[in-house]
Every structure is written in structure tokens, then in C-alpha cells.
Nanobody, 123 residues
Framework: QVQLQESGPGLVKPSQTLSLTCTVSGGSITMNYYYWSWIRQPPGKGLEWMGAINYSGAAYYNPSLKSRTSFSRDTSKNQFTLQLSSVTPEDTAVYYC???????????????WGQGTQVTVSS
């Protein structure tokens, strides 16, 4: 029912800002008690929860990335956005958006996830 789709540039230059948008259909990002998360997976590594924005617009950040991360949303478009500043090649990863009823890493099997989008940081 709920579908999420990531979009944005697949290539970002070092020191620039990575910007991705998640477009949601089949459900509203303002639905009570739902969290809308960003997750990434670098090559050969596990999933890393980057944080989430909740139904009222409150943002929660993984402390390891907080200084460079900013979430926003556009309720009129049913979209939420990730901005990751000052990127380096270590930020190269598949980036996912997902939704869950609990704060933290969504369940890959039970929660709704986007298909993911590859972002490469390279000059």
C-alpha cells in the first residue's frame, strides 16, 4: 500500500552537499505516530540508520552524523528530504528511505522501504 521512492543525483563531488528526496504514496507523512527514516549502506558494510523525521516534523539524528545532517519535509508534496553536507568518498553508499512506527532502524522485512538509490562521492 505505502510506497516510497528515493530520488536525487547519483554523483556528488567531495565537500558538496548530498540531497535526496523521498516521495511517499499510499500514505501521508503526517499520519500520527509514524517515523520517516533515512538509512544508508556503504559498499561491503551494514545498514546505518541516519535518523528520522516524525509525523509532526520533529527530527531525530544519529549522533555520528548529526553535525552534517539535516532533514526537512514538504507536506504538500508528501515528500521528505535528506541533506548531508561536506561529503567525502566514505559517504558513498546506497541510500534508502523507510517508514516505521518506532524510532530507529526500520525492519527490512516488516516496514515499508524504498528501493534505494546509489550515491557516489567522487571528483
Amino acid at each position: 500500500q505505502v510506497q516510497l521512492q528515493e530520488s536525487g543525483p547519483g554523483l556528488v563531488k567531495p565537500s558538496q552537499t548530498l540531497s535526496l528526496t523521498c516521495t511517499v504514496s499510499g500514505g501521508s507523512i503526517t499520519m500520527n505516530y509514524y517515523y520517516w527514516s533515512w538509512i544508508r549502506q556503504p559498499p561491503g558494510k551494514g545498514l546505518e540508520w541516519m535518523g528520522a523525521i516524525n509525523y509532526s516534523g520533529a527530527a531525530y539524528y544519529n549522533p555520528s552524523l548529526k553535525s552534517r545532517t539535516s532533514f526537512s519535509r514538504d507536506t504538500s508534496k508528501n515528500q521528505f528530504t535528506l541533506q548531508l553536507s561536506s561529503v567525502t568518498p566514505e559517504d558513498t553508499a546506497v541510500y534508502y528511505c523507510a517508514t516505521s512506527r518506532k524510532l530507529g532502524l526500520p525492519d527490512r522485512e516488516k516496514d515499508y522501504w524504498g528501493q534505494g538509490t546509489q550515491v557516489t562521492v567522487s571528483s
